[in-house]
Nanobody, 115 residues
Framework: QVQLVESGGGLVQAGGSLGLSCAAS????????MGWYRQAPGKQRESVAR???????NYADSVKGRFTISRDNAQNTVYLQMSRLKPDDTAVYYC?????????WGQGTQVTVSS
């Protein structure tokens, strides 16, 4: 059973930075892709950033230039470094992993950006 555990959420002022971590229970080599989604109150869950096993990276337009996704295979961990945060970035952030055809999700971590 795959477990994904997020950490690093919290409260930050607009313009500030925050880093999220997602630790997998096993090797992340077997995942086709990993990434981060977020869900704000009253909104649908949306993809934020994604990195494939080949290292291809995609970002949502709203976070390009501000967020950086990376992975450490030795630590079985995926990171999301967020900078120049905006109040619109406030959401629960979920770690995601794809081992085709199965998807795995973390429990979510709250990120709140105050204006």
């Amino acid at each position: 059973q795959v477990q994904l555990v997020e950490s690093g959420g919290g409260l930050v002022q607009a313009g500030g930075s925050l880093g999220l971590s997602c630790a997998a229970s096993g090797s992340i080599f077997s995942f086709n892709a990993m990434g981060w989604y977020r869900q704000a109150p009253g909104k649908q869950r949306e993809s934020v950033a994604r990195i494939t096993s080949e290292g291809r990276i995609n970002y949502a337009d709203s976070v390009k230039g501000r967020f950086t996704i990376s992975r450490d295979n030795a630590q079985n961990t995926v990171y999301l470094q967020m900078s120049r945060l905006k109040p619109d970035d406030t959401a629960v952030y979920y770690c995601y992993a794809l081992r085709w055809p199965n998807e795995y999700w973390g429990q979510g971590t709250q990120v709140t950006v105050s204006s």
